[in-house]
Antibody
Framework: EVQLVDSGGGLVQPGGSLRLSCAASGFTVSSNYMSWVRQAPGKGLEWVSVIYSGGSTYYADSVKGRFTISRDNSKNTLYLQMNSLRADDTAVYYC???????????WGQGTMVTVSS | AIQMTQSPSSLSASVGDRVTITCRASQGIRNDLGWYQQKPGKAPKLLIYAASILQSGVPSRFSGSGSGTDFTLTISSLQPEDFATYYCLQDFNYPITFGPGTKVDIE
């Protein structure tokens, strides 16, 4: 079965760090474009980052310089390293396959990140 | 960044109604637009990509059209399971941007 499983969320203090994971099954992460999208409580969807199969990465301005997207091919897993976290980073974070660079066709179930003292 | 707007922001409709949601981009994006459905507490679901291509497994009552700056999502006959929030997304360039969403609820 093709699926993504998000994990790693939790409560972190402002200025802290957290690493999110997204384990894939049924397809190969390294052969696809992969993305992170977040949703603050009660708000709309916000694109965060993408990594191409070739390794190129892009980020939303709101996270550039603080977040890093990466993958571990041996574990077939996508990551989002989040540093210097702020209260406005509080959100459910979803990973998604960005199929063919055309559409976010497979989504993880999401993992909640709360930044609060 | 390309700004995406949607109208209406919410609507009330009945089962069987024809529903149309509009999405507008602040600049031309060819047909690099997708539509997503989200139900409370769930991940978004891809409905349509490249403005008009129906994702596999999505019912044919959903359709999309448009190119350039103006796009529409149409539900030809609203079903109980269609009550949800709908988002458009542009991936013409980075940063990828979503519309603010349209909530469809029961009249």
């Amino acid at each position: 079965e093709v699926q993504l499983v998000d994990s790693g969320g939790g409560l972190v203090q402002p200025g802290g760090s957290l690493r999110l994971s997204c384990a894939a099954s049924g397809f190969t992460v390294s052969s696809n474009y992969m993305s992170w999208v977040r949703q603050a409580p009660g708000k709309g969807l916000e694109w965060v980052s993408v990594i191409y199969s070739g390794g190129s990465t892009y980020y939303a301005d709101s996270v550039k310089g603080r977040f890093t997207i990466s993958r571990d091919n041996s574990k077939n897993t996508l990551y989002l390293q989040m540093n210097s976290l702020r209260a406005d980073d509080t959100a459910v974070y979803y990973c998604a396959r960005y199929w063919g660079g055309d559409a976010l066709d497979i989504w993880g179930q999401g993992t909640m990140v709360t930044v609060s003292s | 960044a390309i700004q995406m707007t949607q109208s209406p922001s919410s609507l009330s409709a009945s089962v069987g109604d024809r529903v149309t949601i509009t999405c507008r981009a602040s600049q031309g994006i060819r047909n690099d637009l997708g539509w997503y459905q989200q139900k409370p507490g769930k991940a978004p679901k891809l409905l349509i990509y490249a403005a008009s291509i129906l994702q596999s497994g999505v019912p044919s009552r959903f359709s999309g059209s448009g190119s350039g700056t103006d796009f529409t999502l149409t539900i030809s006959s609203l079903q109980p399971e269609d009550f949800a929030t709908y988002y458009c997304l542009q991936d013409f360039n980075y940063p990828i941007t979503f519309g603010p969403g349209t909530k469809v609820d029961i009249e």
